[in-house]
């Protein structure tokens, strides 16, 4: 049985864009049918004392337990470049699980849907564009509700295209979703 992952990639060191190419390649390596948001460019958030970022949604099936999803986000984190940081500074590639299906999954280690995700407006623009009546499963508001709620919509900018408009499934990669 597989469910649908709902991930957020972000890049604000070296080739930004490169950066979130390559992650959503190694991801579709093993999550299937991957479909992207198109990007953004927003402000840095946490520590604002660094470069913009980049941020694109994705969304896939997957058959791996959430601890197995984190742990092959972390790895493709790793083979795009990233290494250890301070918390909310500038990074290659961050992978952050939003969702996993309808699901809440609480460990250590993990916080599945993302605790922070309805505060964040460079999460929310891309998952609403690309799924704006998925629904938060604790909070019971679609992804587009969430986004007219949140603050901080102002930083966050359509970066301009969508990546599967470049690379299509006949390659073994993903789908990007249409521009807002």
């Known amino acids: 049985m597989t469910t649908t992952v709902y991930l957020g990639l972000g890049s604000n060191l070296g080739d930004r864009e490169a950066n979130l190419r390559r992650g959503l390649e190694l991801l579709a390596g093993r999550i299937a049918h991957l479909s992207a948001s198109s990007v953004y460019q927003t402000e840095p958030w946490g520590y604002t004392?660094?470069?913009?970022?980049?941020n694109v949604a994705c969304r896939g099936e997957t058959n791996l337990p959430p601890l197995e999803v984190l742990a092959f986000c972390q790895e493709v984190e790793r083979e795009t470049g990233r290494t250890p940081t301070f918390r909310y500074g500038p990074r290659v590639l961050?992978?952050?699980?939003?969702?996993?299906?309808?699901?809440?999954?609480?460990?250590?280690?993990?916080v599945i849907p993302h605790p922070r995700l309805a505060e964040r407006a460079f999460v929310l623009a891309p998952l609403a564009e690309l799924t704006p009546g998925w629904v938060h499963?604790?909070?019971?508001?679609s992804a587009a509700q969430l986004l007219r709620e949140v603050e901080g919509r102002e930083g966050v900018r359509v970066w301009g295209w969508a990546f599967g408009h470049q690379?299509?499934?006949?390659?073994?990669?993903?789908r990007g979703a249409k521009p807002l």
Do not use: M, R
């Open 49 to 54: 004392e660094q470069p913009k970022f980049l």
């Open 94 to 110: 961050d992978i952050d699980i939003l969702a996993y299906g309808d699901q809440a999954f609480a460990s250590p280690e993990l």
């Open 137 to 141: 499963p604790t909070l019971g508001k």
């Open 167 to 174: 690379q299509g499934d006949e390659k073994g990669g993903f």
